[in-house]
């Protein structure tokens, strides 16, 4: 992988985590380096899910792929969130 496809990878997993993250409702305690992991490993989890169900790859945007990875995106900030707040739950002050 050349910096190119390094620098889309991010900014790609920016807008798949931004979006899950919008489209999840309530608020969600992580930050945004968080919310582009998850955008980042949506994205690629998504894409491979889409080409494993036969979504043809076209030269425009790829409605699907793009409906799997908000939808993980939705649940991996859904998660992360959870364990961030349970873990910010249990702490107890001294």
């Known amino acids: 992988m050349n910096i190119t496809g390094l620098i ?3 900014v790609i997993g920016a807008i798949i985590g931004a979006l899950g993250r919008l489209l999840l409702p309530g608020r969600q305690p992580i930050g945004v380096i968080l919310t582009v992991i998850v955008g980042i490993v949506a994205a690629i989890i998504g894409t491979a ?3 494993k169900v036969g979504v043809a ?3 425009g945007i790829d ?3 793009l409906v799997f990875q ?3 995106a939705m649940i991996g900030v859904a998660l992360v969130a959870s364990f ?3 873990r910010r739950h249990r702490r107890v002050p001294r």
Request: no cysteine; charged share 15%; net charge positive.
């Open 8 to 10: 889309t990878a991010i």
């Open 49 to 51: 899910i889409a080409q």
């Open 57 to 59: 790859t076209t030269s």
């Open 63 to 65: 409605w699907i792929e």
């Open 70 to 72: 908000v939808g993980l």
């Open 84 to 86: 961030r707040a349970r």
